[in-house]
């Protein structure tokens, strides 16, 4: 009598190898695509008044309180709102993305949030048992957050970029509060093509960015020791100087962040999202 053999329909049905916080991390940016974050340079410094007054801004206070994963967290929410604007991440999900190099608990992740609350810089609404988190205008002027490109060109003036390999390359774990502090200082000042290179001196810095000489120095240090920062010092005439001259210390981010790298992404991106565009233009003028 023949036998039959038996057929597993389970079969190549498996379990996935669990994720780790940075995979999860790198795929939900992925699906944002956009390739980078805009953020408005008032968070870095505050625009330029009638009188010479300190203009340190949101970044300055977040330094002085000294609330590191509060910055990762601000970055990140703005980085995924193309992705979780409409299907939130629970805080147990925001937890392990903020986990990347050091543990944060989904309690850590609550409480990081409310400190970014307080500082008007979100919202956040429950829904059932999700948490819903909303980005306010990153001035923490408390006013609706509006996307880059709504109400100015997120390429121009008001607007500087944090590409997507800040996280997927594994800097922003590198990096220390100093470090990313310097790290978005550089990026808001060498934004456009005619501002390649970063000049302000040390002593300045309090006054124009609220982060103090001994910060900005850490940061340097730190960023250096990552690779990703050029210097350059320059004798530059000073008749006021004992010796006639002085020294200007120039500085500039490497690839993939300099400012030519970020000009090229926006590009791309710009290009994509006009593609996509026309195609969806083509397709409905042909129902």
């Known amino acids: 009598m023949a036998t039959t053999s038996f057929l597993d329909p389970f079969e190549g049905i498996e ?19 956009r390739g980078y974050v805009p953020l408005r340079k008032e968070f870095v410094q505050k625009r330029r008044g009638e009188h010479d007054e300190p203009r340190g801004s949101v970044l ?29 991440l629970d805080v147990k999900t925001w937890a392990r993305i903020l986990s990347v190099g050091n543990r944060c608990t989904p309690n850590a992740a609550s409480k990081t949030f409310s400190v970014l609350e307080e500082m008007n810089l979100l919202t956040r609404e429950q829904d059932g048992r999700r948490t819903l988190i909303s980005p306010l205008n990153e001035t923490g002027d408390g006013t609706p ?9 997120e390429d121009g003036p008001g607007f500087f970029v944090v590409p997507h390999e800040y996280w997927t390359s594994g800097l922003s774990e590198k990096l220390t509060l100093p470090g990313k502090a310097m790290f978005l200082v550089l990026l808001h000042d060498t934004q456009t093509p005619t501002t390649p290179t970063f000049s302000v001196a040390l002593e300045r810095m309090a006054k124009w960015y609220g ?30 100087h004992p010796a006639g001259r ?42």
């Open 15 to 33: 379990d996935a190898p669990e994720p780790t916080p940075a995979e999860t991390r790198t795929a939900l940016l992925q699906q944002a695509r």
């Open 211 to 240: 982060i103090s000489e001994r910060t900005a120095e850490r940061g340097y240090r730190e960023l250096d020791q990552a690779g990703v920062l050029i210097q350059r010092p320059v004798k530059v005439l000073d008749h006021r």
């Open 246 to 287: 002085r020294t200007v210390h120039h500085r500039a981010l490497m690839s993939p962040f300099g400012t030519r790298d970020r000009q090229r992404l926006q590009l791309k991106t710009r290009k994509a999202v006009k593609k996509k565009a026309e195609r969806m233009s083509t397709v409905g003028g042909g129902r």
């Open 145 to 153: 957050w509006a996307r880059a490109g709504e109400d100015s060109e």
């Open 60 to 88: 300055g206070s977040i330094v002085h309180s000294r609330q590191q994963r509060g910055l990762d967290a601000f970055l990140l929410m703005h980085a995924l709102h193309p992705v979780t604007r409409d299907d939130p």
